[in-house]
């Protein structure tokens, strides 16, 4: 680090972790570049979930009150077999009086406005594939390369994605990420004059999942235990003979949808733990780090935990690993876990996985809530909270 010069940051990847982390980074006085290789920084078409540990993470950086405005809540619907029976039922109040707050459900494209909000302008470079090419050490910087520069860094933030290239620099005996045995599609769109609540469907094999967006369209997901690098001609038309006769609203979704508007790709996971999270001068966080299986909601979370957490522990990326690499193999083992349970297609293992939502429902929610209290109790190693901070000054 040039002595009186802010210390440099280059973050790989400007999705979500890779944004928050540099609006941490610049709150802690660090100058910051965002390298993104799409031409773009605005997501593909989808929806997703943050929970009361993410928005804390947030409140750091100064967006959990926006990000709660961009949201809707989540819960109230609970899971359904594909006939329509109700299996358990799920409480908003319950989870937001537990937990401190609320879920939410927002477009990833507005999460990723606010983010970049936060920035100064001309942060993210995009169209700006990156290259790692020597970690730095002791004395030495990071250097990234591009195509058309080579940066020296203080420290360089790999959020590239689950299939990240500089992870592959830093570990290349690691395996890499593995197939979780099930595919997805996701899809964003509106459906007039259909009353759509937050609920899940689980059949033999199968998901489905509606959950109405603030701004009145839908987010609709589904999942199959197929074999990996399956596609159809028309996914929509794979989706109606999959779920077409389910009850509603999913026949009235899909009728609503076109076949562009469905996206599909095969779910995978890194189910090996890295040895680390940081090398060098370089640490990894998100999907690069520790990728999961969707069924907690929790990649994106973790996430935006990753890049507070680093911002806390800038100076001392042992600490960061430290920190983070227990609880993410955690999360993910849980998350694995859960797929396993949702999506078993053998008729025996659904009759005792359906029983037993039955009776956790007439149980209370709090049964199944406490599960999860490890996971969505977290809380940022930075205080005070804004939130927190909020209520004192008012005091």
């Known amino acids: 680090m040039a002595q009186g010069k802010p210390a440099?940051?280059?973050?790989?990847?400007?999705?979500?972790?890779?944004?928050?982390?540099?609006?941490?980074?610049?709150?802690?006085?660090?100058?910051?570049?965002v390298l993104e290789r799409a031409g773009s920084v605005e997501p593909v078409g989808a929806a997703l979930s943050l929970s009361p540990n993410a928005l804390r993470a947030l409140d750091v950086i100064g967006a959990g009150d926006r990000i709660r405005d961009l949201g809707a809540p989540l819960g109230g619907g609970g899971v359904r077999t594909p006939h329509g029976r109700r299996l358990f039922r799920t409480r908003a109040d319950a989870a937001s009086a537990r937990f401190g707050g609320p879920m939410l459900l927002l477009h990833r494209a507005a999460l990723v406005d606010a983010l970049i909000a936060l920035l100064p302008p001309d942060t993210v470079r995009t169209g700006s594939p990156a290259t790692l090419a020597d970690p730095g050490g002791a004395g030495r910087p990071a250097r990234v390369t591009t195509p058309d520069a080579e940066l020296e860094a203080d420290l360089v933030v790999a959020a590239d994605g689950i299939h990240s290239a500089v992870?592959?620099?830093?570990?290349?005996?690691?395996?890499?990420?593995?197939?979780?045995?099930?595919?997805?599609?996701?899809?964003?769109?509106?459906?007039?004059?259909?009353?759509?609540?937050?609920?899940?469907?689980?059949?033999?094999?199968?998901?489905?999942?509606?959950?109405?967006?603030?701004?009145?369209?839908?987010?609709?997901?589904?999942?199959?235990?197929?074999?990996?690098?399956g596609r159809a001609p028309d996914e929509r038309a794979e989706l109606l003979r999959r779920f077409g006769d389910?009850?509603?609203?999913?026949?009235?979704?899909?009728?609503?949808?076109?076949?562009?508007?469905?996206?599909?790709?095969?779910?995978?996971?890194?189910?090996?733990?890295?040895?680390?999270?940081?090398?060098?001068?370089?640490?990894?966080?998100?999907d690069a780090a520790h990728a999961m299986p969707p069924r907690l909601a929790q990649g994106g979370n973790q996430a935006i935990e990753d890049a507070v957490v680093l911002a806390h522990h800038h100076t001392d990326l042992p600490a960061y690993t430290a920190a983070r690499l227990p609880r993410?193999?955690?999360?993910?083992?849980?998350?694995?876990?859960?797929?396993?349970?949702?999506?078993?297609?053998?008729?025996?293992?659904v009759a005792v996985r359906n029983a037993g939502l039955v009776a956790l429902s007439a149980a209370g929610p709090g049964?199944?809530?406490?599960?999860?209290?490890?996971?969505?109790?977290?809380?940022?190693p930075q205080a005070p909270?804004?939130?927190?901070?909020?209520?004192?000054?008012?005091?």
Do not use: M
Not at 385 to 395: F, I, M, P
């Open 328 to 349: 993410t193999t955690s999360v993910t083992r849980q998350a694995v876990r859960a797929s396993r349970v949702s999506l078993t297609a053998n008729p025996v293992a």
């Open 167 to 229: 992870r592959r620099t830093l570990f290349p005996d690691h395996p890499g990420p593995v197939y979780t045995g099930f595919t997805a599609w996701r899809l964003v769109i509106d459906v007039p004059d259909v009353e759509c609540a937050s609920q899940e469907t689980w059949g033999r094999g199968s998901i489905w999942g509606t959950h109405p967006l603030k701004d009145g369209r839908v987010y609709s997901y589904a999942a199959a235990t197929v074999p990996a690098g």
């Open 385 to 395: 909270y804004a939130a927190e901070q909020a209520g004192a000054d008012q005091q």
């Open 367 to 380: 049964l199944l809530l406490r599960g999860f209290d490890g996971i969505v109790g977290w809380r940022p």
């Open 8 to 33: 440099r940051a280059v973050v790989v990847g400007g999705g979500i972790g890779g944004l928050t982390a540099a609006a941490a980074l610049l709150r802690r006085g660090w100058e910051v570049t």
């Open 246 to 286: 389910w009850h509603r609203p999913v026949p009235d979704i899909l009728a609503a949808a076109r076949p562009e508007d469905v996206l599909r790709h095969d779910v995978h996971h890194l189910a090996r733990p890295l040895p680390a999270f940081h090398q060098g001068r370089v640490v990894l966080l998100g």
